[in-house]
């Protein structure tokens, strides 16, 4: 049997199609999920002889023939999970039933969702604590938002929900066989109303899980987990002059690194002391950390002494920039490190004259949410659609000015005012740097940056954990260590791996070379076909189904070239 998601779809009905265009093939392509598009008005019959069945566009309720819903509902009750996108139940009598629907009231809107009863589907996310303990503990992550209402339909239902309405209606249910029942708009996906990489894609990813049959296998990005700390010059910081301050000697780096950490530290490279020269030296040789130069110096936070391009957008001359690599190239070979493969300039800011230097040395990775050329503020520098979703913030794509470069970036939704009120950094607000709070708070820091690695991580993406050396440099070592050592106990019940920048940025660029064409099971065989190039070993992740309980097994590729089978 073939192992794939049988999608169905409708491309005459040209509105909800261009809605299902926009999110659902995306969404599927990115985490890795084996597929098969069935067009209604392209199949005269439909066999459904697959591992799961997603109804992925809304009103196809009325639009299939009473033939095709007969073997849609044979397939079910044989097995064949199915996952429904199309909130109109009134079009899906017989599946009334398994849901314990009572009655269909009517449509109506939501401007928020809520997460309802403990699921695998949703066990990633914040519960309701019981009575005893609520109010006490804070509890965030429960209510998402919407950036406008949006329709769902009213039912009397005596299942209990996966997620909620603002009035407590039911938004997801469940049931037995393995059927998914999505209440609410599938334009849910649209960026104008909730979008992906917002907090939700991990819901409808273990939905899809839980109810196709298992064995089942997906092409999803490993769950790596990094650090990315900008504005870096260690016992230089001008804002932590405390014995205890934690930028002394780079002692955050001994933190970072005790909770499995290994950052990539984006360098003012001419304020690095020669004692603290010696700790990126240690840090480099052990593979504890990436070293890269931010810029050379900028003590009024202006950009005023820049490696790649002028603040104000100018670019450097041939001449100049020969000059400002030398000097980059001097300093790190005094230091005894190469600089990271994937770039951290300050603001993000990298010119296009630029780009020559650093492909001759070898530095082909970026982590930028804004475009070559342009500067932070430039209302044009996010004027680009990087896969998968066209999101600035969350992307693996090439470079739109130059495609020898690829971006790998999670968790830097930005805009061009941000870098006043920088939110993609974990500990804005979190201490006294320039008056964002009247104290340290490590707890609201703890929280901020568990989200910061949980959102990347159940958007498909990878958790990086990102923070200006300015931020740090306000704490002292004992509260940062604790700030760290709770967002490892919030991140307990989370699959890691932990990486370097470089490392992910490796595996990704040849992740996305690659295509799981074919996957088909004969007995306990699982004969896995890919298309692409990789010279490095990727992952594929098995998911299995025993007692109930569903577990996920990282299995390896092997290095290849063009195409290649593998038994699993």
């Not at 070979?333 to 300050?346: C, M, R």
Request: net charge neutral.
């Amino acid at each position: 049997m073939e192992i794939t998601l049988l999608v169905i779809l409708d491309s005459s009905d040209q509105e909800n199609y261009r809605v299902y265009q926009e999110t659902i093939p995306p969404f599927l392509e990115h985490f890795g999920i084996p597929y098969r598009e069935i067009d209604l008005v392209k199949e005269e019959s439909i066999n459904f002889n697959a591992s799961g069945i997603l109804i992925a566009q809304e009103g196809l309720g009325k639009r299939m023939d009473q033939r095709t819903k007969k073997s849609l509902y044979r397939a079910v009750k044989q097995g064949t999970g199915l996952i429904n996108l199309d909130y109109h139940l009134d079009s899906y009598k017989e599946l009334h039933q398994p849901l314990k629907i009572e009655r269909i009231e009517k449509e109506d809107k939501t401007s928020l969702i809520k997460i309802g009863e403990k699921h695998y589907i949703n066990e990633l996310h914040p519960h309701l604590l019981p009575p005893p303990l609520r109010g006490r503990i804070e509890e965030r992550g429960m209510e998402k938002q919407l950036l406008q209402p949006l329709k769902f339909l009213k039912v009397k239902t005596k299942n209990k929900p996966l997620l909620l309405a603002e009035d407590n209606s039911p938004l997801l249910l469940c049931s037995s066989p393995k059927l998914i029942q999505f209440l609410i708009s599938p334009r849910l996906w649209l960026p104008e109303y909730f979008g992906h990489c917002a907090g939700l894609d991990d819901i409808l990813f273990r939905a899809i899980i839980w109810a196709v049959k298992k064995p089942f296998v997906t092409k999803t990005i490993p769950p790596f987990v990094t650090s990315r700390i900008d504005d870096a010059n260690g016992s230089a910081n001008i804002f932590g002059k405390r014995k205890d301050s934690a930028n002394k000697n780079f002692a955050y780096l001994d933190m970072l690194n005790k909770f499995g950490l290994i950052p990539n530290i984006g360098l003012f490279i001419d304020d690095i002391t020669e004692e603290d020269s010696k700790i990126i030296k240690e840090k480099y040789d052990k593979k504890l950390a990436d070293f890269s130069p931010h810029a050379f110096s900028d003590p009024k936070n202006i950009n005023e002494f820049p490696v790649y391009m002028h603040h104000n957008g100018k670019e450097f001359s041939k001449e100049e920039l020969k000059e400002n690599f030398a000097r980059v190239d001097k300093k790190f070979q005094d230091w005894g490190i190469k600089p990271s493969k994937t770039v951290n300039a300050h603001f993000d800011e990298i010119g296009l004259n630029s780009l020559p230097f650093l492909k001759e040395r070898g530095q082909i990775y970026t982590m930028n949410p804004i475009r070559f050329g342009k500067t932070w503020i430039d209302e044009k520098a996010r004027d680009w659609k990087p896969k998968p979703y066209g999101d600035t913030g969350f992307n693996f794509d090439y470079m739109l000015d130059d495609p020898d470069f690829f971006n790998v970036c999670t968790g830097t939704k930005s805009g061009p005012k941000d870098y006043l009120t920088p939110s993609f950094d974990f500990l804005y607000g979190c201490t006294s740097f320039w008056k964002e709070n009247s104290k340290n708070d490590v707890q609201k820091a703890a929280l901020r940056g568990a989200e910061q690695i949980k959102l990347g991580l159940d958007s498909g993406f990878f958790g990086c954990l990102m923070a200006h050396e300015q931020r740090i440099a306000i704490l002292s070592i004992k509260e940062f260590e604790e700030i760290l050592e709770r967002i490892d106990d919030s991140l307990s019940d989370y699959e890691k791996i932990f990486a370097s920048y470089d490392e992910i940025a490796e595996y990704l660029y040849h992740h996305q070379q690659t295509k799981l064409k074919e996957i088909k099971i004969e007995g306990n065989k699982i004969s896995c076909q890919l298309a692409g190039k990789s010279t490095i070993p990727l992952k594929l992740s098995i998911f299995r189904e025993m007692r109930g309980k569903i577990k996920k097994e990282l299995c390896n590729l092997p290095p290849f070239s063009v195409e290649v089978e593998v038994v699993l």
